[in-house]
């Protein structure tokens, strides 16, 4: 069973433009997912634009030893689509790019239960049971069975958000497991100015490596970390098999 890691990522942002190569306790935002990529599956890949402002993008990942595939700007599921059919996994992880405290290792654990199960996709949820996904949290990838992938709807939601109709469509086969109730309402991902401040401090506080610390600064630090930032959200709920590492 061939599993492969897809980091999507991009240099463009209206709020903070090349946010991916921005320096985070001493190494590139982008460098701290691929290193949590590398903990997830041997095969890892970029799945950037081909604009001339995401050269630079390449250019790392190439020098770091990721595999890179560039494509549509406006269609990101195509490009993990021209990836699985080079690569020619059974499953894909998928990871975000601002994400830079993903952890690699639940987020393997997360495939490992998903491939036992046979399921379609993989999430941790929310105490509500919504789809890490569809909050701010950024801490696990989310893993899909690449055949329901490729046959999802060629809609907006797919061509943009990739995985959401393996989550959001009623009677799809998914492995839920809970996520930590303390992070569920952090926002750890890259965003604007002040997110990478935030993250910085965290980064120079503690090892953001290790959650069970990184739920303790957040426990500590309540104004600076938590609010109701869970995304909108009125599709399936799931109830959790198993909990975080």
């Known amino acids: 069973?061939?599993?492969?890691?897809?980091?999507?990522?991009?240099?463009?942002?209206?709020?903070?433009?090349?946010?991916?190569?921005?320096?985070?306790?001493?190494?590139?935002?982008?460098?701290?997912?691929?290193?949590?990529?590398?903990?997830?599956?041997?095969?890892?890949?970029?799945?950037?634009t081909d604009l001339r402002e995401d050269?630079?993008?390449a250019d790392w990942a190439h020098d770091a030893?990721?595999?890179?595939?560039?494509g549509s700007p406006d269609n990101v599921f195509a490009r993990f689509v021209a990836i699985c059919n080079h690569a020619d996994p059974d499953y894909v992880?998928?990871?975000?790019?601002?994400?830079?405290?993903?952890n690699g290792k639940a987020t393997r654990a997360l495939l490992e239960h998903t491939i036992c199960a046979g399921a379609d996709y993989g999430t941790y949820v929310t105490a509500d049971?919504?789809?890490?996904?569809?909050?701010?949290?950024?801490i696990a990838g989310e893993a899909a069975?690449?055949?329901?992938?490729?046959?999802?709807?060629?809609?907006?939601?797919?061509?943009?958000?990739?995985?959401?109709h393996l989550y959001a469509d009623a009677g799809r086969s998914v492995w839920a497991e809970w996520m930590p109730s303390m992070l569920e309402h952090a926002a750890l991902a890259v965003d604007d100015g002040t997110s990478i401040r935030m993250l910085r401090e965290i980064a120079r506080t503690c090892n953001a490596r290790d959650h069970w610390k990184l739920q303790q600064f957040v426990g500590e630090s309540p104004a600076?970390?938590?609010?109701?930032?869970?995304?909108?959200?009125?599709?399936?709920?799931y109830q959790p098999q198993t909990s975080w590492l």
């Open 145 to 164: 069975k690449v055949g329901p992938l490729l046959r999802c709807p060629p809609d907006q939601n797919t061509r943009e958000h990739v995985t959401y």
């Open 65 to 70: 030893g990721l595999a890179v595939h560039r």
């Open 129 to 138: 049971g919504v789809p890490l996904i569809q909050t701010q949290s950024g």
């Open 93 to 102: 992880v998928r990871l975000c790019g601002d994400c830079p405290f993903v």
């Open 1 to 48: 069973m061939k599993a492969i890691t897809i980091i999507q990522a991009r240099m463009g942002s209206t709020r903070l433009p090349g946010k991916m190569l921005l320096p985070l306790n001493g190494k590139p935002v982008i460098q701290w997912v691929f290193e949590a990529a590398k903990d997830i599956t041997h095969e890892c890949w970029l799945a950037t």
């Open 224 to 237: 600076m970390l938590q609010a109701d930032i869970t995304k909108p959200y009125d599709g399936p709920k």
């Open 55 to 57: 050269h630079l993008l």
